[in-house]
């Protein structure tokens, strides 16, 4: 009921009531009817009656008068909102039908495309679609054509290339989204200029490709400057004849080249960060077993899923290893006996790292304590384990085994 139609029927009421009362009234004070004094309170109590009825009806009109009136104003006033948040958004807001053509458009896409009012009116959306001769821009239009034209049933988000109305082409990202208004297919798009996005992700690519470049230089540096330490110490060795000098200078060739081939995985790995640890390992292992030019069996096993390690994690179990089978190599096994020597590293439900070097040997003697150890190889697995923050363990297995347990940081 509309709200003249309301009052006029309120005031067919009220005159409908007053016609009545005041005729009865007329009626009587004239004398114009002879009722008797029965009839005069059946006519009185029918008229009570009608007042009861109509007056709580009308009560009941007012009320709901006030209601829709207050309704009418909520959605005038969120009608007005959405129109406001549509004409001020920045991004292209469009309504666009199954057939592609445009029937809302909002402010921020008339300033995006640069098209007037009465231009964007009616437009087709192909008409905003950059045709260039890339194969991923044809492929995003025809699929989008295909989505709009049968239909898509869940919204979906693309990246086109588009076009200006002045010629120039700039990516965009459109959010589409389906709907239907009364039973026409109709789909709302969001479309945002990310022209400045892409240009930032492609310095910040560059920035990270030039990154990458550096680290690698880096490590490739780092790795040339000890391999010349490694082979002034080869030179010094070879004009010595005192047999423990040999032997030490070895012994700090092969932790050279422990710090050595850490880099040089780092530099042929895609990870500039993080290195396989079995790969370190083997590598690691073949080279002390050419250095100690030995028969024994060097392995590493295998663990599942691979467990890679940070460079500062890296170089102290490097050196941790070296030093335990360079040990296990000189004192393990007699001169007629072949042994093995593994490495292992795995990784506890809890995240804890386990660093485990066995071997096939003699084993520690029955009087083992490392506190009164006073080798340089031993001293420096200690301190290795506590700059890795962890605990060292010695045992023995059908030969050494000795344990390292941390966690990285």
């Not at 990310?194 to 550096?214: G, M, N, P, T």
């Not at 000189?330 to 001169?335: G, I, M, N, P």
Request: hydrophobic residues 40%.
């Amino acid at each position: 009921m509309t709200s003249s139609s309301f009052s006029l029927f309120l005031a067919v009421i009220a005159l409908g009531v007053s016609c009545v009362v005041l005729t009865f009234f007329l009626l009587r004070l004239r004398g114009l009817f002879a009722l008797s004094v029965r009839e005069q309170s059946r006519l009185q109590q029918e008229l009570t009656s009608l007042q009861h009825t109509l007056f709580p009806l009308a009560d009941e009109l007012k009320n709901e008068r006030a209601q829709r009136s207050s309704v009418e104003h909520r959605l005038t006033s969120q009608r007005e909102l959405l129109n406001w948040l549509l004409e001020n958004a920045s991004s292209a807001i469009l309504a666009v039908e199954q057939s592609g053509r445009i029937i809302l458009f909002n402010k921020g896409a008339e300033d995006i495309f640069c098209h007037g009012r009465s231009e964007m009116d009616g437009l087709l959306f192909d008409a905003l679609l950059a045709r260039t001769n890339s194969e991923n821009q044809e492929s995003s239009i025809t699929n989008t054509q295909q989505l709009l034209a049968h239909g898509a049933d869940k919204p979906f988000r693309t990246e086109l290339l588009m076009q200006r109305s002045n010629g120039e082409i700039f990516p965009a990202e459109a959010s589409v989204t389906p709907g239907s208004i009364h039973g026409q297919k109709i789909f709302s798009l969001i479309i945002h200029d990310i022209k400045e996005r892409k240009a930032f992700d492609a310095q910040l690519q560059q920035s990270l490709r030039e990154k990458d470049v550096l680290i690698r230089e880096i490590h490739h540096r780092v790795k040339n400057n000890l391999q010349i330490i490694y082979s002034l110490l080869n030179l010094q060795s070879r004009n010595t004849t005192d047999d423990a000098a040999i032997t030490v200078l070895k012994q700090s060739q092969n932790r050279i080249k422990s710090i050595a081939l850490i880099y040089e995985t780092l530099y042929q790995s895609t990870q500039l960060e993080r290195i396989d640890f079995h790969a370190y390992a083997q590598s690691l292992l073949n080279n002390l077993s050419r250095a100690w030019q030995t028969t024994h069996v060097l392995t590493v096993e295998n663990h599942q899923p691979p467990i890679s390690l940070s460079l500062d994690s890296s170089v102290p179990c490097g050196l941790i290893i070296n030093e335990l089978v360079s040990n296990s190599l000189q004192h393990a096994f007699s001169s007629e006996e072949s042994g093995e020597v593994a490495v292992r590293l795995a990784k506890s439900e809890d995240e804890v790292l386990v660093l485990t070097v066995r071997d096939t040997g003699k084993g520690f003697p029955e009087a083992f304590n490392l506190e009164s150890l006073r080798t340089l190889g031993l001293r420096l697995v200690t301190n290795l384990t506590k700059q890795l923050g962890g605990t060292l363990e010695f045992g023995s297995d059908g030969g050494a085994l000795v344990s390292v347990r941390f966690k990285e940081a």
